[in-house]
């Protein structure tokens, strides 16, 4: 099956691994980026059992389902 995220076409320049820009790294690519986004880097977080985003603004997840307290992994 075909993830609706990996159907659309992401705009600008991938940030650079040597220099990347402060904060959340795809921030200059996402069209949901905040002022947030350029401040902090998101860590990584459980919004359903078994499923993990690092992103301040999970498309298609409600704000009250994205925790603050970053997950452990490993």
Same mark, same amino acid.
């Given at each position: +099956? !075909?993830? %609706?995220?990996?159907?659309? &076409?992401?705009?600008? #320049?991938? *940030? ?5 820009? =402060? $904060?959340?790294?795809?921030? +200059? !690519?996402? %069209?949901?980026?905040?002022? &947030?986004?350029?401040? #902090?880097? *998101? ?5 359903? =059992? $078994? ?6 603004? %999970? ?16």
């Amino acid at each position: +099956t !075909r993830r %609706p995220w990996r159907t659309g &076409r992401w705009s600008g #320049e991938p *940030p650079s691994p040597v220099f990347p820009p =402060p $904060g959340c790294r795809f921030r +200059t !690519r996402c %069209p949901n980026a905040s002022e &947030r986004c350029a401040e #902090e880097e *998101p860590q990584i977080r459980e919004i359903a =059992p $078994g499923q993990f985003v690092a992103c301040h603004h %999970p498309v298609g997840v409600p704000q009250d389902r994205v925790a603050d307290a970053p997950v452990m992994i490993g």
